[in-house]
């Protein structure tokens, strides 16, 4: 104890070292977090809630609104979806973290004025929208960076806000400043299992649902060529929904249509500077409510791949995207696996060099772990080889001391799509080579 103050002090603090996927980084990072000594959820919730809540109310402007896109809607659950749609696509973003603004809400009518806001103005005009239209909602603060340590009731832990609305029965935490995402269909990203303070006249702890198992769901439709002169050309639709549609839109809505074609690029080259893009065609990017399907067609330009007998790889440019952990010597870290993953993968493989022949029926391939599943086929159809790929992962958090059967169980997923063509060959013995 010194005079003026107390002083915390922390003698040799291990290095941290930065791994990809780690659980909760900040539990490995001394930090602080002061609480007064009466201090609880109620109380602080109750505080802050009666500092902002004389700029809740709504008013005649925000009542027509609400009259012009709810008015005739009986489905309490449809109303929610058509308010949350118009505070989502019609308020833009703009982060405002200093001063008394950074606690401090616009009123809805500013916002609604402005047509801009942070979190809180779209939090505060999306609930005076809901309860305009006879709906019940509540403010939640919550946390996109770190989980909330229950048993520490502060304001310090919060970084964001969202909405929670409640039909008769169902209940939905909403994020407008998400433009990506479909609000009412998925729980708001990063806060699945999270601690959120619902502010109101009783405040209260609340927690945010799991991620449903079918929340990041990719599927590929793809067709492989090779040439007489060993040339590949690739035809690929790739249909991403749920958190992987999201992904997608954050990265490419707001690029033009150059720089879309730009980023695609991109994606092939982590592949290999081999792989040129031809063509690209992009659906429902503006329609969150959508699925968000890419078609693309690609080809190789590098050194004609005209050996004789020789199989090039599966090209596999999302299944690398998504599904490759890094590895790591001696992991450190507990590891999460933030969202589930449902990846699929229809392959066509047509050889027109005749320099192979397709006659081998790879049995279904498969491996079950801790950590998910996946399994592949290869049928052998008048000298195409048809290729079918499934693979799903669990959203969870591990120790480190299970990282490297996790690097195992998925990179060898990749390997074997990769490897499928030459699997399929006579001379194959069916072998799967899982060394890295």
């Given at each position: 104890?010194?005079?003026?103050?107390?002083?915390?002090q922390?003698e040799?603090?291990?290095?941290?070292?930065?791994?990809?996927?780690?659980?909760?980084?900040?539990?490995?990072?001394p930090?602080?977090?002061?609480?007064g000594?009466?201090?609880?959820?109620?109380?602080?919730?109750s505080?802050?809630?009666?500092?902002?809540?004389?700029?809740?109310?709504?008013?005649?402007?925000?009542?027509?609104?609400?009259?012009?896109?709810?008015?005739?809607?009986?489905?309490?659950?449809?109303?929610?979806?058509?308010?949350?749609e118009y505070?989502?696509?019609?308020?833009?973003?703009?982060?405002?973290?200093?001063?008394?603004?950074?606690?401090?809400?616009?009123?809805?009518?500013?916002?609604?004025?402005?047509?801009?806001?942070?979190?809180?103005?779209?939090?505060?005009?999306?609930?005076?929208?809901?309860?305009?239209?006879?709906?019940?909602?509540?403010?939640?603060?919550?946390?996109?960076?770190?989980?909330?340590?229950?048993?520490?009731?502060?304001?310090?832990?919060?970084?964001?806000?969202?909405?929670?609305?409640?039909?008769?029965?169902?209940?939905?935490?909403?994020?407008?400043?998400?433009?990506?995402?479909?609000?009412?269909?998925?729980?708001?990203?990063?806060?699945?299992?999270?601690?959120?303070?619902?502010?109101?006249s009783?405040?209260?702890?609340?927690?945010?649902?799991?991620?449903?198992?079918?929340?990041?769901?990719?599927?590929?439709?793809?067709?492989?060529e090779?040439?007489?002169?060993?040339?590949?050309?690739?035809?690929?639709?790739?249909?991403?929904?749920?958190?992987?549609?999201?992904?997608?839109?954050?990265?490419?809505?707001?690029?033009?249509?150059?720089?879309?074609?730009?980023?695609?690029?991109?994606?092939?080259?982590?592949?290999?500077?081999?792989?040129?893009?031809?063509?690209?065609?992009?659906?429902?990017?503006e329609?969150?409510?959508?699925?968000?399907?890419?078609?693309?067609?690609y080809?190789?330009?590098?050194?004609?791949?005209?050996?004789?007998?020789?199989?090039?790889?599966?090209?596999?440019?999302?299944?690398?995207?998504?599904?490759?952990?890094?590895?790591y010597?001696?992991?450190?870290?507990?590891?999460?696996?933030?969202?589930?993953l449902?990846?699929?993968?229809?392959?066509?493989?047509?050889?027109?060099?005749?320099?192979?022949?397709?006659?081998?029926?790879?049995?279904?391939?498969?491996?079950?772990?801790?950590?998910?599943?996946?399994?592949?086929?290869?049928?052998?159809?008048?000298?195409?080889?048809?290729?079918?790929?499934?693979?799903?992962?669990?959203?969870?958090?591990?120790?480190?001391?299970?990282?490297?059967?996790?690097?195992?169980?998925?990179?060898?997923?990749?390997?074997?799509l990769?490897?499928?063509?030459?699997?399929?060959?006579?001379?194959?013995?069916?072998?799967?080579?899982?060394?890295?």
């Open positions: 104890m010194y005079e003026d103050g107390l002083l915390w922390i040799e603090v291990p290095a941290y070292r930065n791994e990809n996927m780690a659980a909760d980084p900040l539990y490995e990072i930090r602080l977090i002061l609480v000594r009466d201090q609880t959820w109620l109380s602080i919730g505080d802050y809630y009666s500092s902002i809540q004389s700029l809740l109310d709504y008013d005649e402007d925000i009542l027509s609104l609400v009259n012009q896109i709810a008015q005739k809607i009986l489905s309490d659950e449809q109303r929610i979806r058509n308010i949350s505070v989502q696509q019609s308020i833009s973003y703009t982060a405002i973290e200093f001063g008394a603004r950074g606690y401090t809400p616009k009123s809805p009518s500013s916002t609604l004025q402005d047509l801009y806001g942070d979190c809180k103005d779209h939090a505060v005009i999306l609930s005076a929208m809901l309860k305009a239209a006879g709906l019940s909602s509540r403010l939640v603060l919550v946390n996109l960076d770190q989980p909330v340590l229950p048993d520490l009731p502060s304001l310090d832990q919060f970084d964001h806000m969202i909405v929670e609305a409640k039909t008769t029965d169902k209940l939905y935490y909403l994020d407008a400043t998400d433009k990506d995402l479909p609000l009412l269909k998925y729980p708001p990203r990063y806060l699945a299992g999270n601690m959120g303070l619902a502010l109101g009783n405040p209260e702890q609340v927690f945010i649902p799991p991620y449903p198992a079918d929340s990041r769901r990719i599927s590929s439709v793809r067709v492989v090779l040439d007489k002169n060993g040339y590949m050309r690739v035809n690929e639709i790739l249909t991403a929904d749920g958190y992987a549609a999201a992904a997608y839109r954050g990265d490419l809505s707001n690029r033009s249509s150059l720089n879309r074609r730009d980023r695609i690029q991109e994606y092939l080259n982590s592949y290999g500077d081999h792989l040129k893009l031809k063509d690209l065609v992009i659906m429902n990017i329609n969150n409510q959508l699925p968000l399907i890419i078609d693309l067609t080809e190789t330009t590098a050194i004609p791949l005209n050996l004789p007998g020789f199989i090039p790889d599966v090209p596999s440019i999302f299944e690398l995207q998504w599904i490759p952990p890094t590895w010597e001696s992991r450190q870290t507990d590891f999460k696996v933030e969202y589930p449902q990846f699929t993968a229809d392959i066509t493989l047509i050889d027109n060099s005749s320099a192979n022949t397709f006659t081998h029926t790879l049995e279904p391939v498969s491996m079950q772990t801790r950590f998910g599943n996946w399994e592949l086929s290869a049928t052998p159809d008048s000298g195409q080889l048809a290729i079918r790929f499934h693979y799903n992962e669990h959203a969870a958090t591990y120790s480190a001391e299970h990282y490297e059967e996790y690097e195992t169980f998925s990179s060898t997923a990749v390997r074997v990769t490897n499928a063509g030459r699997l399929s060959q006579p001379s194959s013995n069916g072998q799967i080579i899982t060394s890295r």
